[in-house]
């Protein structure tokens, strides 16, 4: 099971004399209590949905039974042209129990199967229908032995055993049981059964695929003691950036791939795109770039792939995903190949869609993220954009401000949570939170504030220092917390003034600032370092307070409603 990535209702479905579904809303330890303790089928699907189409309801969870009940099908994607599809069976005589795309399709198969009474011309049909993005596993209930698969925009990975097969979205939850995995290719279909696996092109020709061997690393759900993933992963954040140092700075010398780091000096224009906290990553890592003269621009995934600009006259373009699938990445990596850029991705997830599509791709190698809310991985993501920018001239100084930095995290973690959990327990009461920055400081607000919103449930807006002027100072009222970040010693005097703006308006300010730049009435102090690598050295108290108010409002901290750790849909 997927399980790890967030998801808001789970189902399973198998043959044991004729098809049997259990699916519900909610966890999926929650739906194993309703699933017989042995179960006698060769097949079973499992799907855990995080909703796009129609609501989280046991109706519109999957696996899908089409209306004749010959076919039953999970998905992950989003069809474009279901309403269309979803009339025209309709006019058939078709009826749909919940208001999913999938659903669409699975009536769409089986009405395709009962005319032809051959699956894969049924899926053949099926596919010159379908516009969108799709990874499917279905069965057929006259054929319980196989297990059928078709691919187009979303990842489909099979798995290969000894005696039995797999079909996953990654690689990672088959691990347990296989290190052998073929991937299927857009447009690709095929059937699985115990022993065999046989996959077709677009056209229906039989193409023989090599397993790729891959050790990737098995998801831990050890908490090691932990009460959750994310404060596990929090402080795993100095391993993290160690792990990095070792892994691209050996003997003294930066270990970058030769032809990455000349297409990189030879471009005029780099530019960065990512999502959420990658994007986050990525203007941080912009400035890392323009700071070795390199010209940069930084984008969100999903607004770059509907206007994509290429600035300069040889544009390298570096992608920044966590997961390695997120679909609206992979939407603007299409277009990239379409123009023949070269790129990179920055991953954490070896062996990804991103991983293996892209021109270069360097590993993060901070073990698996569980925790919905990402935080060892953006430290690592700016650790590491720290060392290529470096890498460009050679400037070693950076590694050593790294390590200094480790010190920085490695204090927050042993002496600052009590002080970081007061205030915590201050802001769980609010609705409404602001934080202040300036250059770095203000990168650093967009991600604590994004951080403290997708845990807390809190409405939080990140503004640079100078904006509020501009705008949001309208906002400002009595008792209203502002959070302000002063790392920087260029910016911190009109920082300073800032606090003044809004404690005039009767704001309540929690500062967190460098022993240098301190004043007596700031909330947390923490050690000197270089002032560039804020997000690498300081980003943990923004975590941990994010955390504590999760913690403090009773919510799931690992699991926050509405979101999914790996969002493979647009
Ligand atoms: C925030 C968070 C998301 C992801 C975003 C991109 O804590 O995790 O904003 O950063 O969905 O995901 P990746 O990095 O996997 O492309």
Known sequence: MLDYRGYDSAGIAYFDRGIKIHKDVGSVEHL??????????????????????????????????????????VHNGVIDNYKELKAKLTEQGYRFYGETD????????????LEEKDVLLAIQKTKALLHGSYAIAFF????????????????????KGKGFNLVASDASPMIEHTNDFLELEDGEFGFLSQDKVVIYDEKGNEVEKTPIHKDIELISHDLKGYPHYMLKEIEEIPQTISRLINAYFQDGEFRFDKDLLTDLRESDHILFIGCGTSYHAGLVGGRYFEK????????????????PTYPGKKPFIILISQSGETAD???????????????????????????????????????????????????????????????????KAVVADLRQAINVVNDIQDHYKPAIQEVA???APHKNVFYLGRGYDYFLSLEASLKLKEISYIHSEAVPGGELKHGPIALIEPGLPVIVFITDPETAPSMRSN??????????????STAELSSPEDAVVVKDYAYYLSSVAISSVAFYLAYYVSLEKGLNVDKPRNLAKSVTVE
């Open 32 to 73: 194993m209590q309703s699933v017989p303790e042995t179960i006698a089928s060769n097949i079973m699907i499992g799907h855990t949905r995080w909703a796009t189409h129609g609501a989280p309801t046991k109706l519109n969870t999957h696996p899908h039974l089409s209306f004749h009940e010959t076919i039953c099908l």
């Open 102 to 113: 999938s659903e669409v399709v699975a009536n769409l198969l089986e009405s395709f199967y």
């Open 140 to 159: 057929v209930g006259d054929a319980p032995d196989f297990l059928y698969v078709m691919k187009k925009g979303s990842p489909l990975v099979v798995g």
């Open 292 to 307: 070795y003269k390199k010209s940069a621009s930084r984008f969100i995934a999903s607004e770059w792939a509907f206007h």
């Open 329 to 395: 990445l992979i939407h603007c990596l299409k277009i990239i190949k379409e123009h023949n850029l070269k790129n990179l991705i920055i991953t954490n997830t070896g062996g990804s869609t991103l991983d293996r599509n892209c021109t270069y791709s360097l590993l993060l190698h901070s073990g698996v993220e569980v925790s919905v809310a990402s935080t060892k991985a953006y430290v690592a993501q700016t650790t590491l954009l720290a060392m290529l920018a470096a890498a460009l001239e050679d400037d």
């Open 425 to 427: 327990k201050e802001l």
């Open 499 to 512: 606090i003044e703006e809004v404690k005039s308006r009767g704001a309540k300010v929690y500062t967190i």
